[in-house]
T-cell receptor, first 122, second 108 residues
Framework: DGGITQSPKYLFRKEGQNVTLSCEQN?????MYWYRQDPGQGLRLIYY???????QKGDIAEGYSVSREKKESFPLTVTSAQKNPTAFYLC?????????????????????FGPGTRLTVL | RKEVEQDPGPFNVPEGATVAFNCTYS??????FFWYRQDCRKEPKLLMS???SGNEDGRFTAQLNRASQYISLLIRDSKLSDSATYLC?????????FGAGTILRVKS
């Protein structure tokens, strides 16, 4: 089955520790994204990558780092510099390119999400 | 002002009711819009894509009004299983901007 996996599902971290969240996809999508979600708020973009070996900062990149060495993988490291790391972290991927969708020619914009990782800092 | 704004609700409706959510956006450059459904403590799942004036899929209808910069989602014949948070999402280039979501509770 094609899809996006994230691990672990739950993660507990002590203050001052770096942790790495895993995201893997076998959808053959070029673009991948990391978001965080806090209660009562919309998803906020941390980092994204359009292609292997390239990535860009999102709206809240401070205290985070990423790598994109393989098309299938986009790990996120939450560093000790992130002041409020407790959140629900979601990874997503998007097919790039153009095509016909419901009679409208355009680019694909839909993103598909993994099950998420809940990070709690103790 | 947030780029995508939604009424947080909750909307409490009986089974079988028709319910509509509205969403406004501030950036007219948005190319397309989406409605995602998110169950409690789960990831968002794509419900509908809106690339032109609207889209319909079974009991769900989405409409886009670019002149007034709002998108609506209509759910007919509500089911208990429709209870969830509905996220309004706009696309800008390679990125999506998410509203905070509208909570729907369908009761028997």
């Amino acid at each position: 089955d094609g899809g996006i996996t994230q691990s672990p599902k739950y993660l507990f971290r002590k203050e001052g520790q770096n942790v790495t969240l895993s995201c893997e996809q076998n959808l053959n999508h070029d673009a991948m994204y990391w978001y965080r979600q806090d209660p009562g708020q919309g998803l906020r973009l941390i980092y994204y990558s359009q292609i292997v070996n390239d990535f860009q900062k999102g709206d809240i990149a401070e205290g985070y780092s990423v790598s994109r060495e393989k098309k299938e993988s986009f790990p996120l490291t939450v560093t000790s510099a992130q002041k409020n790391p407790t959140a629900f972290y979601l990874c997503a991927s998007r097919r790039t390119g153009t095509g016909e969708r419901i009679g409208v020619r355009g680019i694909y914009n839909e993103q598909f999400f993994g099950p998420g990782t809940r990070l709690t800092v103790l | 002002r947030k780029e995508v704004e939604q009424d947080p609700g909750p909307f409490n409706v009986p089974e079988g009711a028709t319910v509509a959510f509205n969403c406004t956006y501030s950036n007219s450059a948005s190319q397309s819009f989406f409605w995602y459904r998110q169950d409690c403590r789960k990831e968002p799942k794509l419900l509908m894509s809106v690339y032109s004036s609207g889209n319909e899929d079974g009991r769900f209808t989405a409409q886009l009004n670019r002149a007034s910069q709002y998108i609506s989602l209509l759910i007919r014949d509500s089911k208990l299983s429709d209870s969830a948070t509905y996220l309004c999402v706009g696309s800008y280039g390679n990125k999506l901007v998410f509203g905070a979501g509208t909570i729907l509770r369908v009761k028997s």
